[in-house]
């Protein structure tokens, strides 16, 4: 391997200064900013919808009904189709954007998806009076969101130094929320100053800016470099590692990097055989944690943070307030903001203690807001009980906080570094496609669910909310400060996840011989005993030991 000095063994590496790399090379942040805008081309779509439900012109084009008053309306079923298409879209987007992103590489398929949206959005910004013409443009849109969804995460993942992999694949929610607060400012601005097309036209005209950038800008940056590993370019690979930390090719911690990268290459890909699709639940430990992947995505919509964002102005409005587009704006930002937090929190305190918190918190809020909803509220005269809007108000900023600073931002970065790279992006889909298959049931079905039960609906989310924290901590091993293969050991290995944070990779003589061996190994290992003897030869010759010492691999995983 040309241009990085690899040492012999493992040990080599380890006598080497162990000085933690904490400079963020601005390459870094670039990367950061620039991936992060496929999540503020979502953002932006989410934040528009809610606000054309409400406008004048939207009304008189595509309503099928009228309220009491004679004026147009929506019914819950052309909302809901409306509103829901868009997470149809991206349903399939995400699970059709893992086997493309192998084949194209991560650079070239964040192109493919933009350009995607870019279409979608042409559809919707031509309509003239055909609803369906818009809810088509929002589900070829949503093709383009849900590839990104998978893309964004994935590729932050595998280029970022691990010290900060957390703050940085969260960036993807920070831009989320950047494009939902855009949105709604410029949903109020045409609300207001304008009459007719213009007032949903140019914010959907506006949208065509985000992912012309993306597209534009990835083009400077280079491909992710576990993808380009595992292509055989091996070079620009570490070319990519030693930029991203800011250090030299020979710099223990890239050696570092790349000899565990290699390591896993090599286990995955002893024996010769074809690796096929349905591996992501086969495979070593792949089962658990896809399954994992999909509840924490699913939980990530069902604590209710999208029954605010898709339906802030109706909501409101029943509130008694006077201007919903000002409370959406306020709850936009204080989504925005507070998102800031969640980058700091995830790489200071870790996933598991951040994601139990704001789960508990959450669970809180709902439940005081469900009840003041439901048992305080005037809701056929809501200004005969102002003090209970103006609660409901402060509680939903407060979950809000509690979800932008927590489950929104974190559940991307613990996806995203669950998986190995041989079955990342196929397990990524599918676990992003159970995030946008119940953010789709979430906005088809909130209008019926509201219609009947009004804020009692609230505690269907509080209760998701304190299962989220549950599973958290039963399931999800904390993953803080490690590279992608030390966390796939580790989940391998079936470390306790309580104990997950005390576990050293170093420390576990079991782990260092266990990433030698490739899933066939360990599973003969565990059926026979020539297995078992071919796994002790092969980890005293890594660690130096004479052969007729026992190891420690063999009898651990037997």
């Given at each position: 391997m040309s241009g990085a000095a690899t040492p012999e063994t493992a040990t080599d590496v380890e006598k080497q200064t162990d000085s933690t790399v904490r400079y963020i090379h601005p390459r870094v942040i670039l990367m950061g900013i620039l991936v992060s805008m496929g999540g503020f081309i979502f953002g932006y779509d989410t934040g528009q919808i809610s606000?054309?439900?409400?406008?004048?012109?939207?009304?008189?084009?595509?309503?099928?009904?009228?309220?009491?008053?004679?004026?147009?309306?929506?019914?819950?079923?052309?909302?809901?189709?409306?509103?829901?298409?868009?997470?149809?879209?991206?349903?399939?987007?995400?699970?059709?954007?893992?086997?493309?992103?192998?084949?194209?590489?991560?650079?070239?398929?964040?192109?493919?998806?933009?350009?995607?949206?870019?279409?979608?959005?042409?559809?919707?910004?031509?309509?003239?009076?055909?609803?369906?013409?818009?809810?088509?443009?929002?589900?070829?849109?949503?093709?383009?969101?849900?590839?990104?969804?998978?893309?964004?995460?994935?590729?932050?993942?595998?280029?970022?130094?691990?010290?900060?992999?957390?703050?940085?694949?969260?960036?993807?929610?920070?831009?989320?929320?950047?494009?939902?607060?855009?949105?709604?400012?410029?949903?109020?601005?045409?609300?207001?100053?304008?009459?007719?097309?213009?007032?949903?036209?140019?914010?959907?005209?506006?949208?065509?800016?985000?992912?012309?950038?993306?597209?534009?800008?990835?083009?400077?940056?280079?491909?992710?470099?576990?993808?380009?590993?595992?292509?055989?370019?091996?070079?620009?690979?570490?070319?990519?590692?030693?930029?991203?930390?800011?250090?030299?090719?020979?710099?223990?911690?890239?050696?570092?990097?790349?000899?565990?990268?290699?390591?896993?290459?090599?286990?995955?890909?002893?024996?010769?055989?074809?690796?096929?699709?349905?591996?992501?639940?086969?495979?070593?430990?792949?089962?658990?944690?896809?399954?994992?992947?999909i509840v924490l995505q699913a939980l990530q919509q069902l604590v209710g943070a999208n029954y605010f964002f898709y339906y802030g102005t109706t909501i409101f409005t029943s509130t008694g307030l006077s201007n919903s587009y000002v409370t959406s704006m306020i709850l936009g930002g204080v989504n925005f903001g507070t998102t800031f937090l969640g980058l700091y929190v995830v790489d200071k305190f870790g996933r598991r203690k951040s994601l139990i918190t704001g789960a508990l918190w959450m669970f809180v809020c709902f439940m005081i807001f469900a009840s003041v909803g439901h048992y305080a509220l005037n809701r056929d005269d809501p200004q005969a009980t102002p003090s209970a809007g103006t609660a409901m108000i402060v509680f939903a900023c407060l979950f809000i906080a509690g979800f932008a600073s927590t489950w929104g931002p974190i559940v991307w970065a613990v996806v995203g570094e669950t998986y190995p790279s041989r079955y990342r992006a196929r397990a990524m889909g599918i676990a992003t496609a159970s995030n946008w298959t119940f953010n789709f049931l979430i906005s088809f079905f909130t209008p019926f669910i509201t219609a009947d039960i009004d804020f009692a609906y609230g505690y269907v989310f509080g209760g998701c909310c304190f299962v989220g924290a549950v599973v958290v901590y039963l399931f999800v091993c904390e993953t803080q400060g490690r590279s992608l293969e030390e966390i796939d050991t580790m989940y391998v290995l079936k470390v306790k996840p309580w104990k997950s944070s005390k576990w050293r990779w170093e420390d576990d003589l079991t782990a260092q011989n266990m990433v030698s061996l490739g899933p066939e190994a360990r599973q003969a290992a565990k059926r026979t005993e020539q297995a078992q003897e071919r796994r002790e030869v092969a980890s005293g010759e890594a660690n130096g030991v004479e052969r007729g010492e026992p190891s420690n691999a063999a009898t651990a995983t037997r």
């Open positions: 606000g054309f439900l409400e406008m004048s012109d939207f009304l008189d084009r595509f309503a099928d009904q009228t309220d009491a008053d004679g004026n147009p309306a929506f019914s819950n079923s052309r909302s809901g189709a409306i509103v829901g298409l868009l997470s149809i879209g991206t349903l399939i987007g995400a699970i059709i954007a893992g086997p493309i992103a192998d084949k194209l590489g991560r650079k070239y398929s964040i192109i493919l998806w933009n350009i995607v949206f870019i279409v979608g959005v042409i559809v919707q910004i031509v309509t003239t009076t055909k609803w369906y013409q818009i809810a088509i443009g929002r589900w070829v849109a949503g093709l383009g969101v849900g590839g990104l969804s998978v893309l964004t995460p994935m590729y932050q993942s595998e280029t970022a130094p691990r010290q900060v992999r957390g703050a940085l694949v969260s960036c993807y929610q920070l831009f989320i929320t950047l494009g939902i607060f855009t949105a709604y400012c410029i949903n109020y601005g045409t609300e207001d100053d304008y009459s007719g097309a213009p007032q949903w036209r140019i914010p959907i005209g506006i949208g065509f800016i985000w992912p012309v950038v993306m597209a534009v800008g990835i083009l400077f940056l280079p491909e992710s470099p576990r993808w380009d590993y595992r292509k055989g370019n091996v070079d620009r690979a570490v070319n990519t590692i030693s930029k991203s930390y800011g250090v030299p090719e020979t710099h223990q911690q890239v050696v570092r990097e790349v000899r565990d990268i290699k390591a896993k290459l090599d286990a995955e890909t002893a024996g010769g055989a074809k690796h096929h699709w349905y591996e992501i639940f086969t495979g070593p430990r792949m089962l658990y944690r896809t399954i994992l992947g």
